[in-house]
């Protein structure tokens, strides 16, 4: 599970909904346009709900991993749908990380 945090708070979610919503954002941040997205998400409680986000230049989210017994939360069709309108607004060019990156710690040059 990841928990996204924006101005105000965070929401858990599924990493992969995690990781395709921060690819779209980016993508929307560089050609200077916005959308409004909905994903689910995981109550303290530990039950459903749905988080709406505005993502756009002025996005600042942040995605972490955070440990979870609750089961992952998968929605096949919506990280498709950011990975179309990401390729869409990158021209295809986005490859998608398995994995996160790193840490800048891990590049000597950096």
């Keep these: 599970m990841e928990r996204i945090h924006y101005a105000g708070g965070s929401v858990l979610t599924g990493t992969e909904i995690a990781r395709a919503l921060l690819e779209y ?41 955070e440990p979870s017994d609750a089961e992952e939360l998968v929605e096949p069709e919506l990280i498709e749908m950011f990975a179309k309108e990401t390729a869409a607004l990158t021209g295809g060019g986005v490859v998608r990380p398995s994995e996160p990156l790193g840490r800048t710690e891990d590049f000597d040059d950096l």
């Excluded at 959308?35 to 459903?48: F, K, N, W, Y």
Aim: hydrophobic share 35%; with cysteine; proline share 5%.
């Design 25 to 65: 954002a980016g993508a929307l941040a560089s050609t200077e346009s916005s959308a409004t997205v909905d994903i689910p998400c995981r109550h303290d409680d530990g039950s459903l709900g749905r988080a709406n986000f505005l993502i756009g230049p002025a996005s600042q989210l942040v995605s972490e991993t």
